[in-house]
């Protein structure tokens, strides 16, 4: 594969929420994966292989799901940290830092993935923006979801 195809196919994000709750609150709930359709709309379905990895299957606004094989590479609550590795229609990582911020907690979820679905593939020079937007939907309503099901207690 050329490096300019990697890179076209090749996704790197960073999102920070603010939340008023507690730090260790808020990752005894993001540690909890199989709630995340309970409070994430996008996040439609995660399905446990075993203590360390399930099924998650995604799908935002844009119309196609995302399904991938999340396995636990780290977690450790002293670093308030949350990683998996992820093979299946995208593959890379993706990580949660859950630290003290100004009035509650600062969560910030970082990403760096290459698509593999081939529909997506097959469009990824013109498709960039929407997926672009897409992924900045589904994460603004993943901190609305959060925020909500934290406010519930």
Same mark, same amino acid.
């Given at each position: 594969m050329?490096?300019?195809?990697?890179?076209?196919?090749?996704?790197?994000?960073?999102?920070?929420?603010?939340?008023?709750?507690?730090?260790?609150?808020?990752?005894?709930?993001?540690?909890?994966? *199989?709630?995340?359709?309970?409070?994430?709309?996008?996040?439609? =379905?995660? /399905?446990?292989?075993? &203590?360390? %990895? $399930?099924?998650? !299957?995604?799908?935002?606004?844009l119309?196609?799901?995302?399904?991938v094989?999340a396995? *636990?590479?780290?977690?450790?609550?002293?670093?308030?940290?949350? =990683?998996? /590795?992820?093979r299946? &229609?995208? %593959? $890379?990582?993706a !990580?949660?830092?859950?630290?003290?911020?100004?009035?509650?907690?600062?969560?910030?979820? *970082?990403?760096?993935?290459?698509?593999?679905?081939p529909?997506?593939?097959?469009?990824?020079l013109?498709?960039?923006?929407?997926?672009?937007?897409?992924?900045?939907?589904?994460?603004?309503?993943?901190?609305?979801?959060?925020a909500?099901?934290?406010?519930?207690?």
């Amino acid at each position: 594969m050329s490096d300019w195809s990697h890179r076209l196919h090749r996704y790197r994000f960073r999102t920070v929420w603010l939340l008023p709750a507690q730090p260790a609150v808020v990752y005894a709930v993001l540690e909890r994966a *199989e709630t995340y359709p309970s409070w994430w709309p996008q996040v439609r =379905e995660v /399905a446990p292989l075993d &203590d360390r %990895s $399930g099924i998650v !299957r995604f799908r935002s606004l844009l119309p196609y799901d995302l399904t991938v094989v999340a396995s *636990e590479r780290v977690r450790d609550p002293g670093t308030g940290t949350l =990683e998996i /590795a992820m093979r299946g &229609d995208l %593959s $890379g990582w993706a !990580r949660w830092t859950v630290v003290p911020g100004a009035g509650g907690t600062r969560v910030v979820f *970082e990403q760096d993935v290459e698509v593999c679905k081939p529909l997506l593939r097959r469009f990824a020079l013109p498709g960039r923006p929407a997926f672009l937007a897409n992924h900045a939907l589904m994460m603004r309503s993943g901190r609305r979801g959060l925020a909500a099901w934290l406010a519930r207690g």
